[in-house]
T-cell receptor, first 111, second 114 residues
Framework: GENVEQHPSTLSVQEGDSAVIKCTYSDSASNYFPWYKQELGKGPQLIIDIRSNVGEKKDQRIAVTLNKTAKHFSLHITETQPEDSAVYFCAVRGGYSTLTFGKGTMLLVSP | DTEVTQTPKHLVMGMTNKKSLKCEQHMGHRAMYWYKQKAKKPPELMFV???????INESVPSRFSPECPNSSLLNLHLHALQPEDSALYLCASSQEWGASYEQYFGPGTRLTVT
């Protein structure tokens, strides 16, 4: 089955800095790569996604890049704010049509 | 609107109780999912319903019984649970199952088994 590795497990930045979270996957047939933000006590919120026919996608301060050859994709958050503090999960949808999640990254943004 | 609602928000039950979790969406989605999430872990898929039919059961113990009464509703019936079943139970939905449809999660039900 699909194997997704996510790094780092924790990331501390100062407000205004950029944050980058990286995920690698194993199944070359995977074709859909969403990112979820989960705040304490809440369900995961879809924040951005990318499909295998696109290399980069941007939505305001958030961007995702995909390198299909190397089988990795990354979440980039610019100008971080304290409200960006949360756990971020990457996920991969492969041939089985179910999502496989990474183990999560706890992002802490200090004022 | 991408809202998935879940009730109750919190549930405490004994090992001999029977209870149900409810999930609802009004986005016209035809695929609905149950996930289990333990603290500091990612969501784990339990069940997938597609067009009101059970499509995937990820080897979940029979003390968890899903039900999809119609395209907007998803239930999870609980019976004779164990303390290790305590977790956040998440419902999700997507337009269809498969391909690259966005999957939206509800806020979850925090279940404690005593």
């Amino acid at each position: 089955g699909e194997n997704v590795e996510q790094h780092p497990s924790t990331l501390s930045v100062q407000e205004g800095d950029s944050a980058v979270i990286k995920c690698t996957y194993s199944d070359s047939a995977s074709n859909y790569f969403p990112w979820y933000k989960q705040e304490l006590g809440k369900g995961p919120q879809l924040i951005i996604d990318i499909r295998s026919n696109v290399g980069e996608k941007k939505d305001q301060r958030i961007a995702v890049t995909l390198n299909k050859t190397a089988k990795h994709f990354s979440l980039h958050i610019t100008e971080t704010q304290p409200e960006d503090s949360a756990v971020y999960f990457c996920a991969v949808r492969g041939g089985y049509s179910t999502l496989t999640f990474g183990k999560g990254t706890m992002l802490l943004v200090s004022p | 609107d991408t809202e998935v609602t879940q009730t109750p928000k919190h549930l405490v039950m004994g090992m001999t109780n029977k209870k149900s979790l409810k999930c609802e969406q009004h986005m016209g989605h035809r695929a609905m999912y149950w996930y289990k999430q333990k603290a500091k872990k990612p969501p784990e898929l339990m069940f997938v319903y597609s067009y009101e039919k059970l499509s995937i059961n990820e080897s979940v113990p029979s003390r968890f019984s899903p039900e999809c009464p119609n395209s907007s509703l998803l239930n999870l019936h609980l019976h004779a649970l164990q303390p290790e079943d305590s977790a956040l139970y998440l419902c999700a939905s997507s337009q269809e199952w498969g391909a690259s449809y966005e999957q939206y999660f509800g806020p979850g039900t925090r279940l404690t088994v005593t």
